[in-house]
């Protein structure tokens, strides 16, 4: 152990190196003359225990109690003819005991100095015990505070078609209706069904995520014809809304081995979005860039952009720049950044002049 001796007078920094070496602990010394002196050896040199005399010319074991920081080593004070009420107080002040000038033997010191290092050593470890327990009372907390959050979003997803499907069955169930308007209520049925459908995909996707067991089927696929073939499948809505929709791959031939359906599932939740806020008149940009190690696709769209305040959210699961206008479970981005990491790729949003643009790196 490393003890360091604090006291002005040389000669009981003596008598307590002369206690030390007789004790019969293996004990390396380091010493001090004043308050900053021995703030200045404990800047730069770890100590298990100080020995410190009660007064000393530029303040008293007092001002070194005041100091003590976490995982401190314990002090002994040593104390001269009548300054044991002192160090009674010092000992209520932090100290972990005190030894009289005149009784200094090495049995004494090093007994001290063991009781000291066991009590040090035992309020330790039920400090660590104590954070640990602490941290496991946060986890908890953190876990119910985001099972209740799952279970307040899906019963409130789930609400609105089911409340649309119960509107549909009751028509569906008076005798007289026109199979005009029957074709419609079913309509209306199956679109609520399908939004059932799609949030229990969706968190069923981010549970296997979370828990690493998202299964992938990889194959070798073209590069650029298999951004084709998505854009391709989601160019009639496209067009319902006045918005072009394009893949730039110019001279773009490379092998990329993905989980088809799982990649075009990214490809449509990316364009989904884009479509949501691109006005009539703007346009869609995916483009794909073959490079010696990587396939890179960017998905580009000239609508608002993403404010700075909501960019560090993207990918959060369950969040929504707008609350009050949600139309899904605010899961879609989550499951993309997973579905990507699980191909070992990586996608960010990049800063563009206008619009989004939406980065996807994976691995040839």
């Not at 003819?81 to 000992?91: K, P």
């Not at 009372?137 to 789930?158: G, N, P, Q, T, Y």
């Not at 650029?224 to 001279?251: K, S």
């Not at 790729?345 to 996807?360: D, K, N, S, T, Y």
């Amino acid at each position: 152990m490393r003890v360091l001796i604090l006291d002005d007078d040389e000669v009981d920094r003596m008598s307590v190196r002369r206690a030390l070496s007789a004790s019969g602990l293996d004990v390396e010394i380091v010493e001090a003359d004043s308050v900053s002196a021995a703030r200045s050896v404990l800047e730069h040199v770890s100590v298990d225990a100080i020995v410190s005399d009660y007064l000393l010319p530029d303040g008293d074991a007092g001002d070194l109690l005041r100091d003590r920081k976490r995982d401190a080593p314990p002090v002994i004070v040593l104390t001269g003819q009548g300054d044991e009420r002192v160090a009674v107080d010092l000992m209520k002040a932090g100290a972990a005991d005190y030894l009289s000038k005149s009784d200094l033997t090495p049995r004494r010191i090093r007994r001290v100095l063991r009781a000291a290092l066991r009590i040090a050593s035992a309020e330790r470890r039920a400090r660590v015990a104590q954070e640990a327990e602490h941290r496991m009372v946060l986890a908890l907390e953190r876990a119910l505070s985001a099972r209740d959050e799952v279970l307040a979003i899906v019963s409130h997803d789930l609400r609105s078609p089911l409340s649309n499907l119960s509107m549909a069955l009751d028509i569906l169930g008076e005798d007289e209706l026109a199979a005009e308007e029957r074709g419609r209520v079913s309509g209306m049925a199956r679109r609520a069904v399908d939004r059932m459908e799609r949030l229990i995909s969706d968190l069923l996707d981010v549970a296997r995520i979370e828990q690493g067991g998202l299964a992938l089927e990889l194959d070798d696929h073209d590069a650029a014809q298999l951004a084709c073939d998505v854009v391709d499948g989601m160019r009639i809505a496209a067009e319902r809304r006045g918005v072009e929709l394009a893949v730039h791959a110019p001279g773009a031939h490379g092998v990329v081995r993905v989980d088809r359906a799982r990649l075009a599932q990214v490809f449509q939740n990316l364009l989904g979005n884009a479509l949501r806020f691109t006005p009539a008149g703007g346009s869609i940009r995916v483009h794909v860039e073959i490079e010696e190690r990587a396939i890179r696709y960017r998905v580009h769209d000239d609508g608002p952009g993403v404010p700075d305040e909501v960019r560090p959210h993207l990918f959060e699961r369950f969040w929504q720049a707008h609350r009050a206008e949600r139309n899904s479970a605010g899961l879609g981005l989550a499951i993309v950044k997973g579905i990507v990491e699980a191909h070992g790729g990586q996608i960010a949003l990049v800063p563009v002049e206008r619009g989004a643009c939406f980065v996807l790196t994976l691995p040839r």
